[in-house]
């Protein structure tokens, strides 16, 4: 996972990734990297009828994210983002139970963007994934980037997740003798 050096403490919107095309240049020129996923992330309210939970809205672009992550696997019911909605949204089950949500249904997606201004807009889900991790499920939605990117007019890149087809820890490593300008760690140096 690539993010700012400063990500993990300050969650400001603007704080992306920096120069963004030499780091996915890199990643496309490594013959250790099979696949990478661009994402948006901030923290968000969702609101329902139902009640307002704290999340994080994830933005993705569902074609690379479904060969990172795998989430089209997990779904209990819809689709990973595959949807003719004009704003769909994926969320866990956990979230679901709490928000009480279904197919279809609305849910009010809360943020502040770059420029401290508040973004509302209004998402339908078009899917609902089970991993078996209630805090998971109950805080990491997935909406299109580029939704996001017409709600804030950017193209903002907190995060970047690649799948190597080795040792996780020496294709990190490898980065890092490249990019020096974002934090590189493996999943295990992250979690």
Known sequence: QIHSKTFD???DISNTIKNKEAVTNNLKN???IEVFSERFISEASAVTAHGQN???I???NPEDEVKVLGLAARMSDGTFLDSNLAYPIVVGEKLAEELHLKMG???QLNFTNHDASQISKNFKVCGIYNIGNDIFEGYNVFVPLSKIEKLT???LIHE???KSNKDAKITASELREVETLNSIESWGERY
């Open 9 to 11: 403490f300050d969650n």
């Open 30 to 32: 490594n013959t250790s």
């Open 54 to 56: 704290g999340i994080k």
């Open 58 to 60: 994830i933005g993705v």
């Open 105 to 107: 249904s609305k849910v």
């Open 153 to 155: 007019s950017k193209h």
């Open 160 to 162: 970047i997740v690649a």
